[in-house]
């Protein structure tokens, strides 16, 4: 079989799967929610098998290419991507917290919505200085 019929029916088979553990959340059903987890489990170890196989994809010619603009341009999209959800969950976190008198049952979603970005923001401001005390 070949590699990219793999790697799109492996695609196939993790929604199919995250559909079943998501369908086992929503209902409240726990064999759907453990049989989801468990065939991610056999597809992660297909995936652990063929990994090396799989990583061929990336270029036509099998190999893989890194240079320095290409992990400049992740970086800046990475920021920039990581800057504007952060923005958008602050001020969602904000307008509801501004709607507290006429929404108060909203209003542990306001605290919710700002912890989140909190944590967001320190789990990325800990990855930059591991990052950099690493490759510098």
Request: proline fraction near 1%; charge should be neutral.
């Amino acid at each position: 079989m070949k590699t990219w019929v793999k790697a799109f029916l492996m695609f196939l088979i993790f929604i199919l799967v995250t559909a079943i553990w998501i369908i086992g959340i929503i209902f409240a059903d726990f064999k759907f929610f453990i049989l989801g987890v468990i065939f991610l489990c056999f597809l992660a170890i297909f995936i652990f098998k063929n990994r090396e196989e799989l990583k061929t994809l990336r270029n036509e010619d099998g190999t893989i290419m890194e240079d320095e603009r290409n992990m400049f341009i992740n970086e800046k999209a990475g920021y920039n991507s990581l800057e504007t959800i952060m923005a958008i969950i602050v001020f969602t976190g904000v307008a509801i917290l501004t709607l507290r008198d006429i929404y108060p049952e909203y209003l542990i979603v306001a605290y919710t919505l700002f912890s989140l970005s909190v944590i967001g923001f320190i789990i990325h401001r800990i990855s930059i200085i591991y990052y950099k005390r690493k490759y510098d």
